[in-house]
């Protein structure tokens, strides 16, 4: 069965080059008549396209001229002409699919011709890069062939300010990283007024290196914060606490990277903080701050999850490419244990605003395409999550690089004496090296062990990145030794310095397999290119953190069966590299479910992120009175006041009538405009109809304050707007503590998915109820002076002071009237309804402030 499933899919890829193929030919047929053509005449096949386009003709149908005019000015502008298999490449990505091309193949170039197609609708492409320095060099060096056959090319980088990314989001082409698209997205949806967005609709997009970006990094949201409340000082206890653990206090999962207090540990936790009980529901914030504290100290490794840099700063470092992530933070406070367990300063906490993870940010494009040179093995994932095919290309020339079978010694010891043995053999022979090293702390061991040795060498990991071009164009030179943490380097060639072919072309040695099959064909993937000679091979341990995790007993017993436990045993066999690819298979599909998990709750929230994101860009774009949408607003907010007051019955009861009058005294209309005798003798439906009407009235009234239109058109959309960002950071940040406590309710047989799904739609039900009852209120309560208003441009959320145009929110004072009226807040409880009738909780009331 497995077999015949391997050889449809080689049959399919078979089948799909043969088509692929057909397509250059057709585009190399225009190659004699592109040549023939002035430099003018190249140029002038721009506006022509673009012209043809705005007639009618599809893109497909313009493909092979396009790319053949791509073709011949690659050739004259930068001296390079592409090959038949970029063309195959490069028709892979017009059709919204991901080419497989090796190291060297010239993935930047074949990149061109599907970028210039797509930029003939006007509708602009996003090529996205893992870094800025890749943006900028590609934007720069590609710019100049896009430029010359007239599209203009924006770079989008972090430092820019709203105007240069609005310049570079307008041009045909944009180049920016992941991370940069996702935050302006974000953040477009946080503005007030359609001035300040920055982005176009998303129309194309081209990743490079996708695996990196669309796999890799899917595990991490895109996350905007702001300032929230946190006690520095309960995670300074936390981190004591778990600090005076003896090993029997705790218990760590290796596998699933967990760890948990035993017996002992929670006897300790309890007398340690003087409990009764440390699970009881009034200590579960400690135990957050507990869990955080052992997660900090006995899991996470200073400089291989995280570094602390020169300023004191806590910084991840991205296990995929060794690079700090600077302004990234662990969630939910494990970044403020980190840093307690440094004894760095203790950041605030933070509250989730806005949140999206990149499946369904890259998901919004209208056409998504990539690039990389190893997909193959997550190509389920591509087809599931991007609908995107992954098709190997084939190599311009023949591989000839040797991939030796694996290494595999008893300790760690032995494995690093055997890697310096094999450097210093080849580096007395001129042969450069690439040492590939799973995290910085074993590419500083194998630095010093080489210094010892008196090897001179270059160290790229998370603490020189930014010398990382240099480093890596030094990296194929004879005799050259370069250490690189996993792919620190990726997008930069590795080119064979003079006499180096004949000693064997790059040797890469990688000093443990990396969880990820990829990773590790990516590191093979630097040696070798373009026909080139080279050599890799892997030196493992049973004490790597693979081995540990998957499957060291099962080779301990093969290698006691051989007699081959000693310290200086060595084994090479294809049976130790296969059991190693089983236990990456394990972890990969691990990792895949965590992905999968982290879209699936993300789907539940980005039904309810485009609803509000929609409604929010038509009101910010609305040219017209919105009365219409405010009335509806009032209507739905007095029947949710009067259903609450009957319970879906048919009669008032006298104190329902009191509720319903003090409610609208307090959130509707003026204090003399009803009395209590106005609501008696009516239906829920007649009550409903006459306060609609004198709301009605009153809202005409406030309107009528307003010198014209344009005036109440904006005073209509501050309000809305502010309301609709203050509960939307709110409701997501809900969510945000709700997802991580609802993983315990699998203990109790539950589904945390679909108690997740039913919780966040009930809790966005009563987020719109509270929204329709806050712009009611402040409408109706608002006070609206004469003066000409100021826009305003708030950053993140509006609030009551920024907003200095025509709201004078006196709401903050009702607390002091309402008390002068008798109302008591002093016994009210946090969950409470609010005695002001608002039919809020009052901590999320008058209780805010209290």
């Known amino acids: 069965m497995a077999n015949n499933i391997v050889r449809k899919l080689i049959e399919n890829d078979k089948r799909e080059i043969k088509r692929l193929d057909k397509q250059a030919n057709e585009v190399e047929k225009y190659a004699d008549a592109m040549a023939a053509l002035t430099d003018e005449e190249l140029k002038a096949k721009t ?23 791509v073709r011949e000015g690659a050739k004259r502008v930068l001296g390079l002409y592409p090959y038949h298999v970029q063309i195959m490449g490069g028709i892979v990505l017009h059709n919204g699919d991901v080419p ?50 007239g599209l203009s090319v924006g770079i989008n980088l972090n430092a820019k300010s709203p105007e240069e990314k609005r310049e570079a989001y307008n041009c045909d082409i944009t180049y920016s990283t992941n991370s940069e698209l996702g935050f302006d997205y974000l953040r477009d949806n946080m503005v007030t007024q359609t001035e300040e967005l920055v982005q176009r609709d998303l129309n194309f997009a081209l990743v490079d290196e996708v695996d990196s970006i669309l796999i890799d990094e899917a595990r991490t949201p895109l996350i905007i914060s702001g300032q929230s409340e946190g006690s520095s000082a309960l995670y300074a206890r936390a981190d004591m606490f778990v600090k005076s653990l003896a090993d029997e206090d705790y218990i760590i999962d290796l596998q699933s990277k967990t760890i948990s207090l035993t017996e002992s540990g929670i006897d300790k936790a309890e007398s340690y903080f003087a409990l009764d009980n440390l699970y009881d529901l009034e200590n579960a914030a400690l135990t957050h701050y ?90 389920d994932e591509f087809r599931e999550i991007y609908n995107m095919q992954i098709i190997p290309i084939p190599t311009n020339k023949p591989i000839k690089r040797i991939d030796h079978n694996d290494l595999l010694y008893p300790t760690l010891q032995s494995k690093y004496n055997a890697v310096v043995e094999d450097v210093k053999e080849r580096h007395e022979k001129g042969q450069p090296i690439l040492i590939g090293t799973v ?17 001179p060498h270059e160290v790229l990991n998370a603490k020189n990145h930014f010398k990382e071009a240099e480093i890596i164009m030094n990296a194929g030179q004879m005799g050259a030794v370069t250490i690189a943490t ?46 080139d000679p080279g050599e890799s091979r892997f030196y493992l341990s049973l004490e790597d953190e693979l081995m ?50 982290v879209l699936q709750y993300d789907d539940v929230m980005r039904e309810q992120r485009e609803i509000i994101y929609k409604q929010r860009k038509e009101v910010m774009t609305a040219t017209k009175d919105l009365t219409s949408t405010l009335l509806g607003m009032f209507k739905r907010t007095i029947e949710r006041e009067v259903a609450t007051q009957t319970q879906g019955g048919n009669t008032l009861s006298k104190d329902s009538i009191n509720d319903l009058y003090e409610f609208t005294k307090a959130s509707l209309l003026p204090e003399d405009s009803i009395t209590r005798a106005d609501l008696e003798g009516k239906t829920p439906e007649q009550v409903t109809d006459y306060l609609y009407a004198k709301v009605r009235e009153h809202y005409e009234n406030q309107m009528s304050k307003l010198a014209d239109d344009e005036q109440r058109l904006r005073f209509q959309k501050a309000v809305i707007l502010r309301v609709v960002d203050s509960k939307w950071a709110d409701h997501i940040d809900a969510l945000d503590q709700m997802r991580q406590s609802v993983g315990l309710r699998g203990y109790a047989q539950n589904n945390p998915l679909v108690e997740y799904q039913s919780e966040s739609f009930t809790m966005f039900n ?72 608002s039919g809020k909780k009052f901590k999320n009331c008058h209780g805010k402030n209290l």
């Not at 949140?355 to 056409?367: L, V």
């Not at 990773?519 to 373009?530: A, E, K, P, T």
């Not at 099962?554 to 236990?583: H, P, Y």
């Not at 004469?786 to 025509?806: G, H, I, K």
């Open 47 to 69: 506006p022509e396209f673009k012209q043809r386009y705005q007639n009618g003709e599809t893109l497909d149908e313009l493909l092979p001229e396009a790319f053949a005019v």
């Open 290 to 379: 507990i869990d955080n504290a052992l997660r900090a100290n006995f899991i996470m490794i200073l400089d291989l999850d995280y570094m602390v840099d020169e300023n004191q700063e806590v910084l991840i470092v991205d296990q995929f490419t060794g690079r700090a992530m600077e302004g990234r933070r662990y969630s939910d406070g494990l970044h403020q244990a980190i840093e307690a367990k440094e004894g760095v300063p203790v950041q605030d906490e933070s509250k989730t605003m806005a949140s999206i993870t990149y499946q369904n940010f890259f998901r919004m494009y209208k056409k998504l395409a990539g690039m990389t040179g190893t997909a193959k093995t997550e190509a």
């Open 766 to 837: 009563d987020m719109i109820g509270s929204i329709e009852f806050d712009v009611t209120r402040l409408m109706m309560k608002a006070q609206i002076h004469q003066e000409a208003p100021r826009p305003v441009s708030p950053n993140v959320v509006m609030t009551a002071s920024q907003e200095n145009m025509l709201v004078d929110d006196k709401v903050a004072s009702d607390k002091d009237a309402l008390r002068a009226e008798g109302i008591d807040f002093s016994q009210v409880k946090r969950n409470d309804p609010c005695p002001c009738g």
């Open 548 to 597: 540990k995790r998957f499957g060291s007993e099962r080779v301990s017993a093969f290698l006691e069966s051989m007699n081959l436990a000693d310290e200086d045993a060595i084994i090479e066999s294809r049976l130790i590299t296969r059991q190693v690819e089983s236990s990456q298979k394990r972890v990969e599909g691990n990792n895949y479910d965590s992905r999968k998990q």
């Open 486 to 531: 996993n792919m620190a380097g990726r997008g930069t060639d590795i080119k064979l310095g003079a006499g180096v072919v004949e000693r064997g072309g790059l040797a890469v040695i990688g000093t443990e397999r990396h969880e990820s099959r990829r990773i590790d064909n990516q590191l093979r993937g630097r040696s070798g290119r373009q026909g």
């Open 100 to 149: 497989e091309m090796r190291t060297g193949e010239g993935k930047t170039l074949t990149a061109t011709m599907p970028v210039y197609l797509n930029a003939i609708s006007g509708e602009g492409v996003h090529v996205v890069t893992v870094n800025e320095y890749l943006s900028t060099r590609d934007a720069t060096e590609m710019g100049e062939l896009y430029n010359w056959l």
């Open 439 to 455: 995290g910085v702390e074993t590419s500083e061991i194998i630095s010093n062990r080489l210094t010892q040795a008196g090897i």
